[in-house]
């Protein structure tokens, strides 16, 4: 996550990869082994923000990775991704991804596929 980088590997060769935006301090993303369990698209994902009030953002592509709320999406709303922007703008622990990667990354990742934070 230092790196705030996303990569897909199929087969030992890179696929994808792409700049993201991870968890701000505080509501990191889960560093683990998980696996992609479920695609959904046009979801809307929901939560609380850091004031207590609500969310409900619309995202096009979702995948979630573990049993928590966290996974893969794309975040049309975030205006860059990469450095250290997550730092005063992350997620509450979900990755985000430009929409353009998310799409070709829903694509190509099967149901099962591992997840590595790190």
Known sequence: MTNQHEYFYKDGKLVLDSAVVTGKPGQDTPKGVDFVWNK???KTLTGKNDDGSNYASKASYWMPIDYTGVGLHDASWQPKFGGDW?????????????????AKLYAAVPLGTP???F
């Open 115 to 117: 997840v590595i934070v």
């Open 40 to 42: 959904t698209q046009n």
């Open 86 to 102: 997550y730092k005063k703008h992350g997620s509450h622990g979900c990755v985000n991804n430009p929409v353009s990667f998310m």
